[in-house]
């Protein structure tokens, strides 16, 4: 197959939706995918490390002076175009980090190293991108992920297209955004980079602790072809006594179960705590691993993984020390007792020697035993009304009780606070439900593509995360400009 299999743009658009069959196909085809090309010697290494880079930039309208006509471009051409406010000086350098690891990687592989690293990417920093004109970024990271002499190196997160929270974004919209981001990466690299995709990485590290948010968040991944999921080690608890995890450095099992009694499960790569980016930035996982000794996983001795990411971008030692620590790292670890490995790679290992999914421990989102105590079936009507029932009566027992979710940041509500752009995300995503997906307007359609950029570019967690002033005002303008289109055009 070529490089590029679907087109990049469809009526000055991203690609985003209509290939849905070919995604799916994609999405479909068995590994192993790493493993094969893997010079790793899993049999015996004491431990590993597994490092990924989170790359964001929110789509914005401010490609103009009147907030209500402005273009709407990419926060990175605002920053270049506008250097002199706040810290948009750093526009260029966060160009360089959006294309440097091509060079790094390059640069290590000529020097017979074996390095590694996960790329998140959100779909709106790739248009965005496009959109500037900086094909050098593209071109550059297209040459790590679609040539063979370096694609083994380099494993791509999924992500939703525009960086939306589980927690709060409705699920029928959260698959979008799934799906929009695997349309728009095939475009860019290629439905057989597309297929070696595996894991996924949420937004804000946030996962949904309400059962029903939960199951379909998992089910959606299960449905789009995801095979495993980032979490924050905060986020989750045991299943059989609600206490904190024990074994960080091992894959467990998370389990979903709604209000239905239905279950669904993924297997769940854990993060560490901790979100500062100088773990990364000074190569830290690499370090924790050679404090690590193999462990007994299922009564077969596997190595341990420390697992971290962090904003690739983001804060003086990320953006400045960064390059220097991952070369030096990298080839120190190469085909030490302590190398650098991918996620999905590591776990086609375990798959090879007989340990798979059904022999990691159990999990399940914080708060969630709370509710498992109380809500039994057999003893009470299930379904979504007396799961709400039972969770206002949980939160009015004890005000530490939420189902909001958890992030990487734990202190921060995805919710409260936020009614002046969520009210009016809300009308957008309620309006689409009604005037496309319950109209079945056919993805291939323009104006489908049309209302679902706009309804995507509403979602960012930007636009919720700052919670106030300009970032506000944004917000509230997409999602005008979204309901605008959904009442005319269709």
Known sequence: MSTKDIPEYVGGLPNICGC????????????????????????????????????????IPAGGEDLRTARVISNLEHMMRNPDIGDNHNAFVFHWCYKRMGELISQLIEAGKDPRVMLDYSGSLLHGLCQMGQSDVIWSLRAITCDPAYYAHIEWLGVPWGHPVAPSTPVQDYRLHVRAWQHFFAALFGLDALSRVRGFSPCEMALPNHPDVCYEFVKTLKECGYQWLLVQEHTIERTEDAEPIRHPHIPHRLIARNSMGQTISITAIIKTQGSDSKLVGQMQPYYEAKTLRRWELSGTSVPAVVTQIADGENGGVMMNEFPSKYLEVMAEASGSPNPPVNVTEYLEYLDSIGVSE??????????????????????????????????????????????????????IS????????????????????????????????????????????????????????VWTDYGRELCRRTIDILNHDF
């Not at 849905?20 to 015996?44: C, I, K, Q, T």
């Not at 290494?45 to 789509?59: R, T, V, Y």
């Open 414 to 469: 995805w919710v409260r606070g936020y009614d002046r752009v969520l009210g009016p995300m809300q009308s957008a995503s309620a309006l689409f439900a009604e005037k496309v997906l319950s109209a079945e307007i056919p993805t291939s359609d323009k104006r489908y593509r049309n209302a679902l950029f706009y309804l995507m570019t509403t979602q960012t967690s930007c636009f919720r995360y700052w919670g106030e002033g």
């Open 358 to 411: 059904a022999d990691f421990s159990p999990v399940q989102p914080v708060m969630q035993s709370r509710i498992w105590d109380r809500f039994d079936p057999p003893r009470r009507a299930a379904g979504p009304d007396a799961m709400e029932k039972l969770i206002t009566e949980l939160e009015k027992e004890d005000d530490r009780f939420h189902i909001e979710g958890g992030s990487w940041t734990n202190n």
């Open 20 to 59: 849905e069959d070919l995604v799916a196909e994609a999405m479909a085809r068995p590994g192993p995918f790493y493993l094969p090309d893997s010079r790793v010697d899993f049999e015996n290494i004491d431990s590993a490390f597994a490092i990924a880079l989170h790359m964001h930039q929110p789509l």
